[in-house]
T-cell receptor, first 117, second 116 residues
């Protein structure tokens, strides 16, 4: 069965430190999507990135970067030079296809990141 | 562009009361879903819809009903509220998995529901 594991429940860093959030997934599908979402203290869920299973290129967006490795079933997220505004809960998610050609999202339990000034 | 709009943001119900959480999206997305978020459990799918007139159950459907009469709206009804339904509820919408525009889900602001 599909599963997403975010083993780090909570991480605390000091501003300007780099931090990596781990995500390990399990799936038997050959075609799937992986996602990261951010949930700031205000509570909304903000989409950050999508990656499909055929694209193992790493992605960088400003201070954010993502490392997708199919060999280890991991999709890790690194924040460089963290800032207080990065404090949030971060969720990794995996798409699971359904019989009706739709898909559902399987979420990890989230990693709470606290960036201290 | 409003995206996904959920109302209300906060609600307190007494056990046994019923209510409807509203969700509307203006992105012409085919898929819409309802999730609940409980501490330490991530998000769990309640019901989903792949298009107008089509709905199906997710992981935790008991105690909830949905309907999808239009592409834009996907209300969630609590039939007889119970304390176990105290949670934060999120509505989400997305294009289909085969869309070139990407299948990522966009979420509403959430509804914090307390059942006493």
């Amino acid at each position: 069965a599909q599963k997403v594991t975010q083993a780090q429940t909570e991480i605390s860093v000091v501003e300007k430190e780099d931090v990596t959030l781990d995500c390990v997934y399990e799936t038997r599908d050959t075609t799937y999507y992986l996602f990261w979402y951010k949930q700031p203290p205000s509570g909304e869920l903000v989409f950050l990135i999508r990656r499909n299973s055929f694209d193992e290129q790493n992605e960088i967006s400003g201070r954010y970067s993502w490392n997708f490795q199919k060999s280890t079933s991991s999709f890790n997220f690194t924040i460089t030079a963290s800032q207080v505004v990065d404090s949030a809960v971060y969720f990794c998610a995996l798409s699971e296809p359904r019989m009706d050609s739709s898909y559902k999202l399987i979420f990890g339990s989230g990693t709470r990141l606290l960036v201290r000034p | 562009n409003a995206g996904v709009t959920q109302t209300p943001k906060f609600q307190v119900l007494k056990t046994g009361q019923s209510m409807t959480l509203q969700c509307a999206q203006d992105m012409n997305h085919e898929y819409m879903s309802w999730y609940r978020q409980d501490p330490g459990m991530g998000l769990r799918l309640i019901h989903y819809s792949v298009g107008a007139g089509i709905t199906d159950q997710g992981e935790v459907p008991n105690g909830y009903n949905v309907s999808r009469s239009t592409t834009e709206d996907f209300p969630l009804r609590l039939l007889s509220a119970a304390p176990s339904q105290t949670s934060v509820y999120f509505c989400a919408s997305s294009y289909s998995g085969t869309s070139v525009r990407g299948p990522e889900a966009f979420f509403g602001q959430g509804t914090r529901l307390t059942v006493v």
